[in-house]
């Protein structure tokens, strides 16, 4: 049985050292890895997509309550060994590749909707993920991540202090932070602290949008130059006259004086069905 060997051990064993570059940091606390497998809720059938196994410490666990799991690593020499780490559970299937580079569709051939999302993720390629799932046919159901504590605290905001990927994962989902994890529970330890988000992901988007692409066209334009009033970061990040962009915020009851970070998500759909009008 693996079950028993440590993330140092396992390194020890296979010759390998953590690759800084894919920000490679193994979770091992105990305690921690059960809170993240208890947040995910699974049942028997669940359909689990886990990105970035690692040693497969959190993998076993998953498979323990899961129906499958599909396990992508982007390091190929951890997707070479992770077979035989991970040997004794049958239903584990590991795959080698980039998830941003798959198509979520085509990994669960006939689900397209109800899987579910566990996943460790680097800094640098947090947002490209989420987006990568959420803008996918086949969205999940809900994801676990564990994240830097900064961004968990950017994915839970309330407005005053929104940003572009809080708006495009509220759109999406229902995010909370469900633990907080010292850097000491990682091996190597990483600089910062950490922190497990849930995300529900509703089955339809609530808002009145009918156009996402467009949606988000205006909120990238208003998050473009964050420091700006929002009649000026639309006017420029959209190249239209100042005056149509101060109507369009004045029909939404907005205040063209105001910021981006201060808007809910119901003003910005607000706002773009007033800009929509306008066109």
Not at 85 to 105: K, Q, S, T, W, Y
Not at 108 to 116: I, L
Not at 182 to 202: L, N
Request: glycine share 6%; aromatic share 6%.
């Amino acid at each position: 049985m693996n079950e028993k060997r440590t993330i140092r051990q396992l390194l020890r064993e296979y010759g390998l050292q953590p690759r800084k570059g894919l920000g490679q940091n193994f979770l091992e606390d105990p305690a921690t890895l059960q809170r993240i497998v208890d947040a995910a809720e699974l049942v028997a059938d669940d359909l689990v997509l886990e990105i970035g196994p690692g040693l497969g410490t959190l993998t076993r666990l998953l498979a323990t309550r899961a129906g499958r799991v599909l396990a992508v690593e982007l390091d190929e020499r951890l997707a070479a060994i992770l077979p035989d780490i991970l040997a004794d559970c049958p239903n584990v299937a590991v795959m080698h590749g980039d998830i941003l580079a798959l198509d979520p569709a085509g990994l669960f051939p006939g689900r397209t909707r109800g899987y579910k999302v566990v996943a460790n993720l680097p800094y640098y390629i947090t947002s490209a993920v989420l987006r990568h799932l959420l803008e996918s046919q086949a969205r999940p159901s809900l994801l676990v991540l564990t994240v830097q504590r900064e961004v968990a605290q950017r994915l839970v905001a309330v407005p005053g202090e929104m940003s572009l990927l809080a708006v495009s994962v509220q759109f999406y989902g229902q995010p909370r932070i469900v633990a907080r994890i010292p850097a000491g529970a990682f091996y190597p330890p990483p600089q910062v602290d950490s922190a497990v988000v849930r995300i529900d992901v509703y089955e339809r988007p609530p808002l009145p949008v009918d156009d996402v692409t467009g949606f988000f066209r205006v909120v990238q334009a208003g998050f473009g130059q964050r420091r700006k009033q929002l009649r000026n970061a639309l006017s420029h990040g959209l190249n239209r006259p100042i005056e149509e962009i101060v109507a369009a915020l004045n029909r939404a009851g907005i205040d063209p004086r105001r910021r981006a970070e201060t808007l809910s998500l119901d003003e910005w759909a607000a706002l773009w069905q007033a800009m929509t009008a306008a066109e």
